[in-house]
């Protein structure tokens, strides 16, 4: 497999908690920045290992989705 690295553009509503879900549901191979306390938009990026990266970015939507954020876009960064 391959590492694919991505930016997820989303929002999502305030509380500390939001963290910790995106975490449980599979984030943990994202940097987040995001603030908790006002919610609203943030920004999560990967370097996921995966078969292909539309696997990737699929897998880091739908986890965002089951978390409680809305995908709002998705940019590729370029392998060197």
């Known amino acids: 497999m391959?590492?694919?690295?991505?930016d997820?553009?989303?929002t999502a509503p305030s509380g500390e908690e939001i963290i910790d879900r995106l975490?449980?549901?599979?984030?943990?191979?994202?940097?987040v920045s995001f603030?908790?306390?006002n919610g609203g938009h943030g920004?999560?990026?990967f370097d996921r290992e995966a078969a292909s990266a539309a696997e990737?970015?699929?897998?880091?939507?739908a986890q965002g989705t089951i978390a409680g954020v809305e995908v709002l876009g998705?940019?590729?960064?370029e392998s060197p």
């Open 35 to 37: 603030d908790p306390v």
């Open 2 to 6: 391959d590492v694919f690295s991505f």
């Open 74 to 77: 998705v940019s590729c960064q």
């Open 8 to 10: 997820l553009s989303f």
């Open 56 to 61: 990737a970015i699929a897998s880091a939507i």
């Open 23 to 31: 975490y449980e549901t599979g984030w943990d191979d994202a940097t």
């Open 43 to 45: 920004i999560a990026s």
